[in-house]
C-alpha cells in the first residue's frame, strides 16, 4: 500500500505546484447491493455490502482562492474561485465533491479553498455506486482536513443530502450508508425508514458472491430513476386513502391485494407490487443466509431480478 500511495502523491504533484502543505489520503469503497430494489427510497429494507474496490483522494490545503480538482479517470480539470457559483459546474464529474462542499457549507462549516486528486478502479457508471464513493471520500477528508465534528453516520446524511438537494438525484440512503457504515466480512441488512442496521457475516465456509461488470452503462441521475421515484409516490398517495401507510416500505402483498383497485395506472400497480414483495424478499433472504440456505437465497434473488425486469 505503501508503493501505492506514493504514486498517488507523484500523480498529485504533476497537477500542482508544490507548496509546503501537506497531503493526505483517503478512501471509501464501492458497493453492491444483494438484495432490495427501489425498496430505500421507499423507506423499506435492503441489504448491501461494500466491496474492496474504490475511491481514493489525496487533498490538502492550498494557498490559492480555488478550488482545484483532477482525476487520474477524467481528463477534465477544473479551477474555481472559492466564491464561485457551483450550480454552474454540476454537469461535469466534479459535481459530487462540490455537492459535498456545497452541503459542508451549508451546515456552517468553513471549507478552505483545497487541491483534489481523485484515483478510483470503480468502472464508471456500472452500478458499483462510485458517484456515492467520490462523494463519501470527499466528505471524509473535509471532515478530517476541517476538525468537522460529524460522525460517520452524519456524514452519510450530508452525503445524501449533496446527492438530492445539488446533483438532483431523488435517492434514498443505502449507497452511502452501505460505503460509510460497512463493515469488513459483513453484509448490512438496513432499515431505510428508521437507518437501524444490522451486520451480518458472511460465511466462513468457502461460499462467494461474484461481482460482475456487464459493461452497460447506467447513470443514475440521467435514467428513469426519478421518474420511478415518483410512480411509487403517486401509489403511495393513492392506497393511503383506504389503507394507513406512514411511508411504502410498511405496504405488503395481501394489503396490495386489497387496495390495488384504487390505482388506475397500471405501470404504477407495477412498481407497488415490486417494493412489497421485494421487502419480503429481502427479510426472507437474511433468514436464508444466517442459515446458509444458498438454494433459498438464489431463489430469492433470482425473483428480484424478475421482478425488477417485469414490473
Not at 57 to 83: D, H, I, K, P, Y
Not at 153 to 175: P, Y
Not at 238 to 265: D, F, K, P, R, V
Request: proline residues 3%; charged residues 20%.
Amino acid at each position: 500500500m505503501t508503493d501505492s500511495l506514493t504514486k498517488l502523491n507523484d500523480q498529485f504533484t504533476k497537477h500542482y505546484s508544490f507548496t509546503s502543505n501537506p497531503t493526505r489520503c483517503f478512501f471509501a469503497p464501492g458497493r453492491v447491493n444483494l438484495i432490495g430494489e427501489h425498496t430505500d427510497y421507499n423507506h423499506g429494507m435492503v441489504m448491501p455490502f461494500a466491496i474492496n474496490l474504490g475511491t481514493w483522494a489525496v487533498v490538502r490545503m492550498n494557498e490559492t482562492n480555488q478550488f482545484r480538482f483532477a482525476s487520474s479517470g477524467f481528463n477534465q480539470t477544473l479551477e474555481m474561485a472559492a466564491e464561485d457559483d457551483f450550480q454552474k459546474h454540476n454537469n461535469e464529474w466534479w459535481k459530487y465533491p462540490l455537492g459535498i462542499i456545497h452541503v459542508f457549507r451549508d451546515a456552517g462549516i468553513q471549507v478552505p479553498p483545497l487541491d483534489f486528486y481523485f484515483h478510483g478502479n470503480l468502472p464508471h457508471s456500472s452500478g458499483l455506486s462510485s458517484s456515492a464513493s467520490i462523494e463519501m471520500v470527499t466528505a471524509k477528508a473535509i471532515n478530517s482536513l476541517t476538525g468537522s465534528p460529524f460522525t460517520d453516520r452524519e456524514l452519510v446524511t450530508l452525503s445524501r443530502k449533496a446527492e438530492n438537494e445539488f446533483i438532483g438525484l431523488n435517492c434514498g440512503i443505502m449507497d452511502m450508508f452501505a460505503i460509510g457504515m460497512s463493515k469488513a466480512n459483513h453484509t448490512i441488512l438496513l432499515d431505510c425508514h428508521t437507518n437501524h442496521a444490522e451486520w451480518i457475516p458472511w460465511p466462513e465456509d468457502g461460499k462467494v458472491f461474484v461481482v460482475g461488470n456487464t459493461n452497460v452503462s447506467r447513470g443514475l441521475a440521467n435514467s428513469k430513476y426519478n421518474e420511478r421515484v415518483l410512480e411509487c409516490n403517486i401509489g403511495f398517495n393513492a392506497i393511503s386513502e383506504y389503507i394507513h401507510l406512514e411511508h411504502l416500505g410498511q405496504l405488503t402483498s395481501e394489503m396490495l391485494l386489497n387496495s390495488e383497485h384504487l390505482i388506475q395506472n397500471s405501470d404504477v400497480r407495477n412498481r407497488l407490487h415490486h417494493v412489497a414483495s421485494e421487502n419480503e424478499r429481502v427479510k426472507n433472504a437474511v433468514s436464508a443466509l444466517i442459515n446458509r440456505d444458498w438454494a433459498e437465497l438464489g431463489r430469492l434473488m433470482n425473483d428480484s431480478h424478475d421482478s425488477l425486469k417485469n414490473l
